[in-house]
Structure formats: C-alpha cells, structure tokens
C-alpha cells in the first residue's frame, strides 16, 4: 500500500495560500511566524545540567521517549489534514497509511504542514519540536492537543 501521495493543484494552492514564505530558503525566519517550542522535557536539557542525558540513554529510554512523540503525532494525524514537503522543491505530499508514515518518520526530522490552522510543525532531533504559526486564534486547537498530551510547552510562563 502506498503511505505517501503528491497532492493535488487544489491542496497545493492550499497550502502555498496558507504558508507564502515556503518559497524562502530560510522560511522560518519569516516574520509572519510566531514560535513555541515543545518537548518531552519539562524545560531546555541546556539548563537542567543533565548535558549528557540523550547520550547516556538507554535504548529502552530512547524508545519510550520516541512512543511518547509518536502518539501525539498520531493525534496531529487524526484532527488535521497534515502535508509533508518532498525533498524536491515545491512537491508536497499528504500521508495516505498514517502508521506506516509515523513509522518511517520516527526518529526523524520532519514537517508537518497543517494549512487550515496555519500552523508548521517542525520536528527536531531531541524529542523537541517547534510550532510555527501565523495566528493565535486559528492554533488554538493545535495547542489544546500540546496541553492534553504528555508534552510540555518550553520557556513558558
């Protein structure tokens, strides 16, 4: 079964019309963005002097942490119509087999692009993640999963 399609003109109009900074190199300085971060962590490892604690895992550890991202990715999945950008400029693709995706994604960067709420949901490399977005109101939903998921806003107060 196929876990991936290239979207259709309408999609892509739709999400070119939602995220017209996609174009730019460096699309996430773009100052029509707003950033939150989130995270396994309770706050930035940088300031909790446990440095070496993603080095020193075990991969027991690392796969738990992995269950807890990928269960709120499967959330993202099932409230949204999520598009992922191909490697090659200007193709996007929406994910057709949600397991199968969320496999071959796991513990990988990626985007998740979610043009009706307008938020970018950028995936780093240490169970952190950054959420783009344009506009309070319209994230509000997206922020509400955050909340009732076992993640954790950073740098909030």
């Known amino acids: 079964m196929t876990i991936y399609r290239r979207v259709n003109l309408k999609n892509k109009q739709k999400i070119t019309t939602a995220f017209p900074m996609l174009s730019d190199k460096y699309w996430e300085e773009s100052p029509l963005f ?9 706050s930035w490892l940088f300031e909790t002097n446990t440095p070496n604690l ?20 499967y959330t993202i999945l099932d409230s949204y119509d999520v598009y992922l950008k191909a490697n090659r400029k200007g193709i996007f693709k929406e994910i057709v087999n949600k ?15 979610i043009p009706d709420i307008k938020v970018i949901y950028s995936v780093g490399y240490d169970f952190t993640a950054h959420v783009y977005f344009q506009d309070t109101q319209l994230a509000d939903s997206f922020f509400q999963l955050i909340e009732n998921s076992e993640l954790n806003f950073l740098n909030e107060s």
């Open 34 to 42: 707003k950033v939150r971060c989130i995270s396994i962590w309770d």
């Open 54 to 73: 993603l080095g020193d895992a075990t991969d027991e550890q690392e796969q738990e942490w992995e269950k807890i991202l990928n269960r709120f990715h």
């Open 99 to 113: 397991h199968k995706a969320l496999d071959r994604l796991s513990g990988f960067m990626f985007e998740f692009f």
